[in-house]
């Protein structure tokens, strides 16, 4: 069925969207209108399909997070309950919320001025900036299916392969502080988790499998397929854990080299499965598409 979803007094609505895994929640960004200075005030705002499937109701206020920046990418978990918003600058780089139920005592739904849920910050609820030396801060987000593992992106960060070389870091929620932990956070220049040229626009395509300890991530050139190995180390703390980023496979070329080959790309499940599109992938200049299954 036929249904659309367009926003009032704002600019950009749908500019990015996500699904959740039933597809019957829906989040979708934009920025708000304003007489001055209409570049900001990025929102997110959330719909549930009606019960019959005739409608998508508003299921929570918008998110504005109050800080007037623009909202650059969103991605949802499976369930719908979890969402990242990638920011353009500022005191986070991503800001993580989760939607919770409005029940009374006895356990029954709310619904408050039309909205059956509301928001509540996932941990500390957001993402340091992730860049360093001349970072933009411009990127891309994506999350794992119960959205306890998010990657961040800044494909025109500035780093020690060079000048937008991009760069991807990796978070997981600790269950036990409740604070996002970065992932191979005792090496932070990791030279698997930045581009390897200026101007790779590493980032540009970013994906985690399901359990999120596989990412893909490219952008001018080849797709990057990494896997991440936890293992205890010795510390003062006995529940202390390292680890590090791995190669999953060689990375995945479509269309030549240095032919846009991680424009975008998709991990499927587990990530055995990668769809990677390249925008200048052939020839003609007109586009090549491309799935590929990891054998081991």
């Known amino acids: 069925k036929k249904m ?3 926003g009032e007094d704002v600019l950009m609505f749908g ?12 989040g979708v960004i934009g920025n708000l209108m304003k007489l001055v200075d209409s570049d ?7 719909y549930d399909l009606s019960e019959d499937g005739s409608e998508w109701v508003p299921a929570a206020p918008d998110v504005t997070f109050g800080d007037r920046k623009k909202f650059i ?11 990242i918003v990638r920011t353009s600058d500022g005191q986070y780089s991503a ?8 029940l009374t005592e006895d356990g029954a739904g709310v619904n408050t001025d039309g909205h059956r849920y509301y928001w509540v910050p996932v941990g500390n609820g957001g993402i340091p900036p992730i860049g360093g030396n001349g970072a933009f801060n411009t990127g891309f987000v994506a999350l794992s299916a119960d959205g306890s593992t998010v990657a961040v992106s ?8 060079g000048k937008s070389a991009g760069l991807v870091r990796v978070y997981r929620l600790d269950p036990a502080t409740r604070e996002w932990t970065q992932l191979n956070g005792g090496n932070t220049s990791s030279p698997l988790l930045r581009g390897n040229h200026p101007f790779d626009q590493f980032g540009w395509c970013l994906s985690l499998s399901r359990d999120g300890n596989r990412l893909a991530a490219g952008g ?7 896997d991440w190995k936890p293992e205890e180390v010795a ?6 854990k390292c680890g590090a980023w791995v190669r999953a496979s060689a990375d995945v070329v479509v269309g030549g080299a240095n032919k846009n080959g991680g424009h975008h790309c998709s991990l499927v499940g587990r990530g055995d499965l990668l769809a990677v599109g390249a925008i200048n992938g052939n020839l003609q200049g007109t586009g090549l598409s491309r799935v590929f299954e990891l054998r081991t």
């Open 4 to 6: 659309t979803l367009s």
């Open 15 to 26: 500019k990015k969207m996500t699904l959740s895994g039933d597809g019957t929640r829906i």
């Open 40 to 46: 900001g005030d990025g929102f997110l705002r959330v």
């Open 73 to 83: 990418d969103v991605a949802a978990s499976e369930d719908g309950e979890v969402f």
């Open 95 to 102: 800001r993580i919320v989760r939607l919770v139920e409005r």
């Open 154 to 161: 800044d494909y025109a960060n500035d780093n020690d392969s």
């Open 220 to 226: 001018i050139g080849p797709v990057r397929v990494l």
């Open 235 to 240: 510390g003062e703390d006995e529940h202390e």
